[in-house]
C-alpha cells in the first residue's frame, strides 16, 4: 500500500503554485520548499496532485509547468476576499467543512451551549488524544531543529529576536490588532510607535514582547502549573484591563462571548476546579505538540480569566516548543477569521477538528519559517554552546554592575581569570566582549536581564550626547 503523503507537505506545493499565476515549474516549486525533497520525491507528490485533480500539468520534460485548475485561480486582489484566499491555503476535512457552514449561520440561529464540564473531564492523559499517532510523529519530524540536545529554551534563545516580532504580532493580529509587521518591529525594536494608532495596541504588542522573554528567560521553571499560567496572563494584561487587580488573576465575573452561543461558567469555585484540572492534566501530557494543542483547546473554553483568554493560550501552547527545543508556533498566516471560527467550533459543539486542521497547518508553516531562520543563523559555535551558561553570567554581571565601555573589558577579563580555563580565557573574552556590542532591547532577556535594568544599564553603556 502506497505511503499517505501529509497534507501539511502537498498544502506547502500548494501554496507555492497559487503564488505563479503563470505556473511554476519542478525547480522553482522545490527552491520554495523546506526542507527539500529530493526530485524524484517531488515529481512523485506533483504527479498525486495532478492526478487527484487539485494540479493541472502543462508542458513536457523541462518545460513542464504546473498550475491550479481554473476555479481556484485568483485573477486579482479584487477577486477574492484576503482572508479568503489565505484561508484556502488551510486544508480542511469534510468535518470542519461542515463545521463553518453551521457557524456561517446567525448567532439566533445557532443552538445554545454552557460549559460541558464532561469534555474536560473526559479527557485522560496519555490515555485520549486530540491528535493521533500519525500526526504527533510528523509534528515531530518537522518541528525538531537539526543540532545537538541542549538546556530548555536553547532554540528559542538562538531565534529570539525573530520570535518577539513574529508571535508578537501574530497573536495581536489575530485579536484585532492593525499595526503592521514593520510597525511592529519598530516598537519592539526602537520602542516608536506608530503613528494614528491606539496606544492599547502598542502595549497589547509589549505586551506579548515581555511574555515571550518571561517564557524563554525562564525556560527551565515555565510549566504548566499556576506560577507560569497566572504569570502569563499577568505580564499580557497587564494596562489593558478595566479592573487593573484582575491581570494574573482567576475570573471572579461573568463574561460573554462576542459572536456566540457559548455561556462560560460563573461560579469562581468551579472556574479554580476546572482550572486546576486543566493544568493538572496538560502537566501529565507526555507529548509536547499533545500538550500544545490540549491548552488550545482547554484554557480558551473554560475562560479562566476576565480577559486576554485567548493570547494566554497561544502563548502557552508554546511552552513546550521552548522547553523541548523544537520550532515555536508563531501563527504565521492564520487568518483571524478562521481562526476565531477555530474556537467558536469548540465553545459551541466541542469539536476540535477545526482548530485542529489550523494547528497542524499553522506548525507546519511556522517550522518552515525557522527551518529557514535557522540556516540564516549558520550552525551553532560549540565553543559559544560550551559556555553558554559563563557568557550569561559575565554579560549580565557587566549590565547589573552598570560597568560602562571602559570598564567592561576588565571586569570581563578578571571574572575570565577566575573561572575560564587559560587556553579558552582569551576567546571567552572576545565573545563576551562582542556580546555586549550586540546587546539591544531584542536580545538582553536570554541573559535573564531585566527589562529595568537593561534600561538603566544602556544609559550608561549608550550615554545621549
Not at 63 to 69: E, H, I, M, N, V
Not at 397 to 422: P, T
Amino acid at each position: 500500500m502506497p505511503r499517505k503523503i501529509p497534507e501539511e507537505v502537498l498544502s506547502a506545493i500548494l501554496t507555492t503554485v497559487r503564488n505563479r499565476p503563470e505556473g511554476a515549474s519542478l525547480a522553482e516549486i522545490l527552491q520554495t520548499l523546506t526542507p527539500k525533497p529530493k526530485p524524484r520525491t517531488l515529481q512523485f507528490r506533483l504527479k498525486h496532485l495532478v492526478d487527484a485533480g487539485r494540479l493541472i500539468q502543462e508542458g513536457d520534460r523541462r518545460a513542464t509547468k504546473y498550475s491550479l485548475p481554473q476555479e481556484q485561480k485568483v485573477s486579482g486582489p479584487s477577486t477574492l476576499h484576503p482572508d479568503s484566499a489565505a484561508e484556502a491555503a488551510v486544508p480542511l476535512s469534510a468535518s470542519s467543512t461542515a463545521v463553518r457552514r453551521y457557524l456561517g449561520q446567525s448567532s439566533a440561529t445557532r443552538r445554545p451551549a454552557g460549559y460541558n464540564r464532561q469534555f474536560l473531564d473526559s479527557y485522560q492523559p496519555n490515555t485520549s488524544y486530540y491528535l493521533s499517532l500519525a500526526e504527533r510523529s510528523r509534528l515531530a519530524e518537522i518541528g525538531k531543529p537539526n543540532f545537538a540536545e541542549a538546556a530548555a529554551g536553547t532554540y528559542a534563545k538562538k531565534i529570539l529576536s525573530r520570535l518577539l516580532i513574529d508571535l508578537s504580532w501574530n497573536s495581536s493580529r489575530l485579536e484585532g490588532n492593525t499595526y503592521s509587521l514593520l510597525d511592529t518591529k519598530r516598537l519592539i525594536e526602537f520602542g516608536e510607535e506608530a503613528q494614528g494608532r491606539e496606544r492599547l495596541e502598542a502595549q497589547m504588542i509589549l505586551n506579548h514582547k515581555e511574555a515571550i522573554e518571561f517564557l524563554v528567560g525562564a525556560a527551565d521553571e515555565i510549566g504548566f502549573n499556576r506560577y507560569t499560567i497566572l504569570n502569563l496572563h499577568g505580564i499580557l494584561a497587564q494596562n489593558l484591563l478595566p479592573d487593573e487587580g484582575a491581570a494574573g488573576r482567576l475570573r471572579h465575573i461573568a463574561v460573554g462571548i462576542e459572536r456566540s452561543t457559548f455561556h462560560p461558567l460563573e461560579v469562581p469555585q468551579l472556574i479554580e476546579e476546572c482550572f486546576n484540572s486543566i493544568v493538572a492534566k496538560a502537566t501529565a501530557i507526555d507529548d509536547p505538540f499533545e500538550q500544545a494543542f490540549f491548552i488550545m483547546v482547554q484554557l480558551p473554553y473554560l475562560q479562566p480569566f476576565d480577559d486576554v483568554n485567548k493570547r494566554v493560550s497561544r502563548l502557552a501552547a508554546n511552552i513546550p516548543f521552548i522547553k523541548h527545543n523544537l520550532s515555536p508556533l508563531s501563527f504565521t498566516d492564520v487568518q483571524r477569521s478562521l481562526y476565531t471560527d477555530s474556537l467558536l467550533s469548540v465553545y459551541e459543539l466541542n469539536d476540535v477538528n477545526l482548530l485542529k486542521d489550523v494547528f497542524l497547518w499553522a506548525y507546519g508553516r511556522s517550522a518552515q519559517q525557522y527551518t529557514a531562520v535557522r540556516q540564516s543563523l549558520g550552525e551553532p559555535d560549540p565553543f559559544r554552546f560550551k559556555h553558554s551558561a559563563a557568557l550569561r553570567e559575565v554579560v549580565s554581571r557587566v549590565v547589573r554592575g552598570l560597568n560602562n565601555r571602559a570598564s567592561a573589558a576588565s571586569s570581563i577579563a578578571a571574572w575570565a581569570d577566575e573561572n575560564i580555563a587559560a587556553d579558552e580565557r582569551q576567546r571567552f573574552r572576545d565573545m563576551a566582549e562582542n556580546e555586549l556590542l550586540n546587546l539591544h532591547e531584542g536580545n538582553f532577556a536570554r541573559h535573564q536581564i531585566r527589562q529595568s535594568e537593561f534600561s538603566v544599564w544602556e544609559s550608561v553603556w549608550r550615554p545621549k550626547k
